[in-house]
Every structure is written in structure tokens, then in C-alpha cells.
């Protein structure tokens, strides 16, 4: 009995690294198109947009290793695109000032109840994870202050 479970299990462990392999080979859209604008925001606000923001909000996304990596680059590139969708700073002076307006007070709320970033972008990206000033710096400048 003991020797049938080694060899089940060892198929097993074959069959799951072979499914692996296979999903490496899954396509993943890791573009950056052109960044044709940018937000123009004071140097300390645009630090912290950079470090915090940019990789999900904007085009100049640095894409880690691991997001070379099926499955989790299905889920990073999920991420990235609707972050884009919902706010892309680098078509900001693309949307009128209403649009921005609105933007911005997402932006206010979502850092200020520490929303934003996501944990889950926090916990690879020790650069993200905004100090009670740099929270209170990008609260303020959205809030037009």
C-alpha cells in the first residue's frame, strides 16, 4: 500500500510541475505604452506618486520578475490594467477639470482611510508603504491644499 501511494503521489507531483510549465507559456500583456503626459504635481507629491502610485496608476509600470511567473502574472497584470482603467496619471491632463476634481477626491479618500495602496501591493513593495506624512502630504494635495 505504502509503495502504490509513493508512486500516485509521485505522479501527482509530476502532473502539477507539468501543468506549471504549461501556464509559463501563457501570454501576458506587461506593455507600457508611450507616456505622452504626466500630472503635474509639486516635487514632494510627485516622490511619493513615483514610489507608491505609478507601478498600477500610470504607464511607467516597473514590472518585477515575478510577474513573469503564471499564474501570479495573470493576477499582476489584472491589477496593473484596472488600475489604469480607474485612474492612469499619465493621461491627467487629458480629462477635464471635473474629471479631475472627482479624481482627486477619490484619491483623498482612498489614501487618507488607507485604502490606497493595496495591501497586497504594500506587502512586495516596501517603497509603498507611506509614512503618516507622505499619507497626509498626498491627502492634502488632492484636497486642493
Known sequence: MKRSWRRISGWVAVGVIAVFVVLQFVPVDRANPPVTRDIDAPPEVAVVLRAACY???SRE???????????????IAHHVEEGRRELDFSDWPAFDYTVQDEL????????GEDKMPLASYRWGHPEARLTAAQRETLVRWAQGG
Open 55 to 57: 507601478d498600477c496608476h
Open 61 to 75: 509600470t516597473r514590472w518585477p520578475w515575478y510577474s513573469r511567473v503564471a499564474p501570479l502574472s495573470w493576477f
Open 104 to 111: 482627486l477626491r477619490d484619491v483623498a479618500k482612498e489614501v
